[in-house]
């Protein structure tokens, strides 16, 4: 089943930083974790990634550096920061809230004025 994309654009933040939360990863490696991680639901592209991901660094919620061995191919790992670790308990939370209401509607526990 497809998701509207309205829907992912105002996750997207909190799935990547809870990808770093985990561990330091690159791009391509954070776009196949969340492609699996969805059972395909979610399906990142490049130009989607990057950048949220140089707007997480400018605002200080990750930083990235280069990796690999010299003569080797080099990738550059994102990881999330304090500041980022703080931020994405903050949207947690904030999801859980959004989420258990959502659920009152849909399984009709919520009363609804007609």
Do not use: C
């Amino acid at each position: 089943m497809s998701v509207n994309k309205e829907l992912l654009k105002g996750s997207t933040v909190i799935l990547v930083l809870s990808l770093l939360d985990r561990e330091p990863m690159y791009g391509y490696q954070m776009i196949k974790e969340i492609e699996n991680k969805s059972s395909g639901v979610f399906k990142f592209k490049e130009g989607t990634l990057y950048p949220i991901l140089h707007s997480l660094e400018a605002d200080g919620m990750i930083n990235a550096n280069w990796w690999g061995n010299e003569g080797s191919r080099q990738r550059k790992y994102y990881q999330i920061t304090k500041k980022g670790n703080l931020y994405l308990k903050d949207k947690q939370q904030e999801w859980v809230t959004f989420r258990s209401a959502v659920d009152k509607f849909l399984t009709r526990e919520a009363y609804v004025w007609s």
